[in-house]
């Protein structure tokens, strides 16, 4: 099983779960970890059935219900003004391919670092993506000190029929990814279905066959009939791969990537305002998510002193929110609701300090919700627990007009 297929199955393992009844296996499969964005995966409909099938036959979900007292004091949500939520990715025109051919030399816009970082600054991000495939409504962007990505998705219908829509779980039809690792990080091996992200193994040479140059460095080509990796090394012992999966013509639609993807130095900024995290988290990394040009989840994700995340996991404990992700009034949430001081939450615990705690319309936005997830007893420790986390995740309010980037702030 490869790294996405098992995050599959950890996120329909979950999600299914939420619907069972109480007490039972208290398997790490159910948890968290399963419970944030799938994506990048064909026959999801097949994985979902086998997912649900496999928790009947364990029995029930090893998940603590939080049908329990209220915890917190926050505000009540106002509804969105006349927002509505796309359910189908929206056509777009076509476009064509502005490289000459496969094989061609490709050079990225703006200047590209002569020096590789021994460690990237997760508050800031070096490239942004230019073009994208027709139809990639579902883009992301990662930062962290080992590896900087950016995705761009074309969604699927989770189930057969069903509408391509944002949620807990995505189906991907097709997808592009760039990867840059800072100075000796192996960014390959977690693509082919080993190592860890970010592990600080040095490569020496990336997979794949000789191709044409990109920015005038000798570049690698490797397919294995899922995906293909377009790499160079930017700088010395630093290497960035564009990975193509389910395209045809996939080293043209890599090299397209290429010759879009533009260096920049940039500040990473979020939709919420800044929160008072446990003491000595170490800020690790941020995502942001959008979805037909307008953000859909921004997550800052941080280590905690004793906690077994590393740098390779890039957290113990993440704090974000979401909008469109669950129903407006909460009923995602399943059997794990709880009420925190008149508002709806939830609240899922598991062993070894794995949690989601999130409470629901956020003020201003009533399709909003507030996630603090732990995935350490230590940071679960660190934010006082359940009740901690559920009040964490109360605490948070969203920046003026976030609608707006410009309006965004800076962790």
């Known amino acids: 099983m490869t790294g996405n297929e098992e995050t599959v199955v950890r996120a329909l393992l979950a999600r299914a779960a939420d619907e069972l009844p109480a007490g039972g296996v208290p398997t790490e499969t159910l948890l968290v970890a399963g419970q944030r964005a799938v994506r990048r995966q064909r026959g999801l409909a097949a994985g979902a059935v086998a997912a649900v099938a496999a928790v009947v036959l364990l029995g029930s979900a090893g998940l603590v219900d939080g049908a329990g007292p209220s915890t917190t004091r926050a505000d009540q949500g106002s509804p969105s003004p006349d927002r509505s939520v796309p359910t189908v990715a929206p056509s777009r025109p076509a476009q064509t391919l502005s490289v000459a ?88 091996s977690p693509q082919l279905g080993s190592g860890l992200v970010g592990s600080g193994v040095p490569v020496g040479e990336a997979p794949g066959r000789a191709a044409a140059p990109v920015d005038g460095h000798p570049a690698f080509l490797h397919g294995d009939g899922e995906q293909t990796l377009l790499s160079w090394e930017y700088a010395p012992d630093g290497w960035i791969s564009v990975t193509v999966r389910s395209f045809t013509e996939p080293e043209q639609v890599a090299r397209q990537v290429a010759t879009g993807l533009t260096w920049q130095d940039q500040r990473v900024t979020v939709p919420f305002r800044p929160v008072a995290v446990p003491a000595r988290a170490t800020l690790a990394g941020v995502e942001l998510r959008t979805w037909d040009g307008r953000w859909l989840d921004a997550d800052a994700r941080y280590l905690v002193p004793g906690g077994t995340g590393a740098e390779a996991t890039r957290r113990d404990l993440s704090i974000g929110v979401s909008n469109g992700m669950f129903a407006g009034d909460g009923s995602d949430f399943g059997r794990s609701r709880t009420m925190v001081d008149g508002r709806l939450g939830s609240a899922m615990d598991g062993p070894k300090g794995l949690g989601a705690y999130r409470v629901a319309q956020l003020p201003g936005c009533a399709d909003c919700v507030a996630e603090v997830g732990t995935e350490s007893q230590a940071a679960l420790t660190a934010v006082g627990g359940r009740t901690g986390a559920l009040r964490l995740a109360a605490s948070l309010r969203l920046v003026p007009t976030p609608t707006d980037p410009a309006n965004w702030r800076p962790l």
């Open 101 to 188: 051919a496969a094989g061609a030399p490709t050079t990225t816009r703006g200047e590209a670092p002569r020096v590789a970082p021994a460690r990237f600054d997760p508050t800031r991000r070096s490239f942004r993506l230019g073009w994208v495939p027709p139809g990639a409504v579902h883009q992301s962007s990662l930062t962290g000190v080992a590896i900087l990505s950016a995705e761009a998705d074309v969604p699927d219908a989770l189930v057969p029929g069903g509408p391509a829509e944002p949620g807990p779980m995505m189906g991907s039809a097709r997808s592009v990814t760039v990867r840059m690792g800072a100075r000796g990080v192996d960014i390959f």
